[in-house]
Structures are given as structure tokens and as C-alpha cells.
């Protein structure tokens, strides 16, 4: 288990999401493989059919995705997640498959990086009043 003092929920709950992503192409590749004849469930348990593994991810990332972060590994995690949904979508590719729909992962990206650019704002609007009026609050040349 972590050390409490490094825990954020909003970065565990979009890095959650992330797993689940991850979960869901694993879930397809499992079922491929049994699909061809390998049985993989006396090592690695039965599994969710592929709708169940997508919605587990996307009420994971429906729970988290639309808060606005308020530290900076919340923000960060929001950045990953966007690039791993841009990673995925080529991998797909390589596949000849979507687990994801293609306009609903845009969005979620734009959202997860408009979040993240909202933080990152937040820091240059303190760091511009900073050299504006200095620590004080006293006008500077």
C-alpha cells in the first residue's frame, strides 16, 4: 500500500480509468485468443464480456473526468490519460479494431486537456499577479 501522504484521489480515479482502458483491450485479446482455442482461465481467472470491461472503464472515467484539477499530478494524470487514449487509437490500428469509439475518445481528450489547461492557467494568472505586485501585493515597475 502507498504512503497516505502521497495520495490524490482525482489522479488515482483517472489513473484507475486508465488501467481499465488497458483492461479492456486485454479483455479483447482474451477473447481472441479463446476465440482460436487457447483457455487462459485456469491462470487468469474468467472473464467480463467486452461491454462489461467498457463500461466499468467509462463510469470510471465519467467519475472523474468533468472535475477541473486542483493539484498538479491531478493535471498531470489528466495529460497521460489523453495521450494514452492517442496511443490506444494507433494501436487499434495495428489491430484492425476500436474498443473505443473514435468521437467519444476526442472528446474525453478534449475535456481531460481542457481541465488540465484550466490549472495550468490558474499557476500563470499567480505567477503574472507575483511579478505585477510582487509577494506583497505592492505594484511593481
Not at 466499468?56 to 472535475?67: D, I, K
Request: charged share 30%; proline share 4%; glycine share 4%.
Amino acid at each position: 500500500m502507498s504512503d497516505p501522504k502521497y495520495h490524490d484521489r482525482h489522479a488515482a480515479d483517472i489513473y484507475r480509468a486508465i488501467a481499465l482502458r488497458f483492461y479492456c483491450r486485454y479483455v479483447d485479446m482474451r477473447h481472441s485468443a479463446e476465440n482460436f482455442g487457447a483457455d487462459l482461465t485456469a491462470s487468469h481467472g474468467k472473464l467480463p464480456t467486452e461491454l462489461d470491461a467498457t463500461e466499468q472503464y467509462t463510469a470510471a472515467l465519467e467519475e472523474r473526468l468533468w472535475e477541473p484539477p486542483e493539484t498538479a499530478t491531478a493535471a498531470l494524470a489528466l495529460v497521460e490519460f489523453a495521450g494514452v487514449v492517442t496511443a490506444d487509437r494507433f494501436l487499434g490500428e495495428v489491430l484492425r479494431d476500436q474498443v473505443m469509439a473514435e468521437e467519444r475518445d476526442a472528446f474525453y481528450q478534449t475535456v481531460a486537456l481542457a481541465n488540465a489547461a484550466g490549472w495550468i492557467n490558474k499557476l500563470a494568472m499567480r505567477e503574472l499577479w507575483k511579478r505585477l505586485h510582487g509577494e506583497e501585493g505592492e505594484a511593481q515597475p
